[in-house]
């Protein structure tokens, strides 16, 4: 096999989400193998950070502020990427996220769920998905080229319990993978892929005090989660590096419509 199969030199990445724990990691890592990094968040501070992180691993980068349920300011940030590098290789949709309301409590039940957040909870992880796919897909269409990458979750195959807006709005956002990438083939030719990667469960930032104590032992959720992965641990962020690696490169050249889940055999486990 021919290493350049996965050679990404000289490929361009917008990471949405980019400030966060797996986008951010996601940028560091292509930035390390010569793809120029376009780092999307609402968070300065974030943007900073893994900007810095990029450059001191050797990749070039640039931060850009914006939210992914704006279209003008998506469509802002694309011209800047298009000014600056002429081009978008890559697209990876890794913002998303949870807000209490549309989670069961504990002993609660869907009643208490707030619609408000529910709301919320789909559009940023439905629409904003959609949105970046609009604003830098059509550049790719318009070269007959480019790879999307979305992030998918656990609660896409299997019902998890009380995270009821999230499991929906992933859900959905799965399916659209599916549909983009039989529109963009059929459309645009074969030369546009996109797929998605489903990480099991990995600890970040809005789910570290769901899983883990402050001692750093695991809560009732985060031991029953251990007990339904046969690898019997969380996962690290870094292993999910090779995935989005290849997804990105022409080793992957014939894959599109499909979610590759990387989750230490969460999905394959029948709990018994």
């Not at 195959?157 to 959905?172: F, N, P, Q």
Request: with cysteine.
């Amino acid at each position: 096999m021919s290493p350049g199969l996965f050679d990404l030199t000289g490929k361009t990445a917008v990471i949405t989400g980019g400030g966060g724990v797996l986008g951010g990691c996601f940028g560091v890592s292509l930035g390390s193998s010569g793809v120029k990094v376009a780092v999307l968040d609402r968070a300065q501070d974030a943007l900073a950070r893994r900007v810095q992180a990029i450059v001191s691993g050797g990749g070039e980068a640039m931060g850009l502020c914006a939210d992914v349920l704006e279209e003008e300011q998506l469509t802002a940030a694309c011209e800047e990427v298009l000014a600056a590098w002429g081009k978008v290789d890559i697209l990876i949709n890794a913002a998303g996220g949870n807000l209490p309301g549309a989670t069961l409590p504990p002993g609660g039940t869907f009643w208490n769920v707030s619609m408000d957040d529910f709301n919320a909870v789909v559009a940023l992880n439905l629409n904003g998905t959609v949105l970046p796919v609009r604003v830098f897909g059509e550049t790719m269409a318009a070269r007959k080229r480019g790879c999307i990458i979305n992030i998918s979750s656990m609660a896409t195959l299997r019902a998890i319990t009380r995270v009821v807006g999230y499991s929906a709005s992933k859900a959905a956002m799965e399916n659209f993978t599916r549909w983009l990438a039989v529109e963009m083939a059929r459309k645009y030719g074969e030369g546009i892929r996109v797929n998605a990667l489903a990480p099991g469960f990995f600890v970040g930032d809005q789910n570290r005090r769901l899983l883990t104590r402050e001692d750093g032992t695991y809560t009732e959720r985060g031991n029953t989660i251990i007990r339904q992965t046969p690898m019997g641990r969380f996962g690290r962020p870094e292993e999910l590096l090779s995935t989005v690696h290849w997804l990105c490169s022409d080793a992957s050249a014939f894959v599109t419509g499909v979610v590759v889940p990387v989750d230490g055999g969460f999905s394959a486990f029948s709990g018994v």
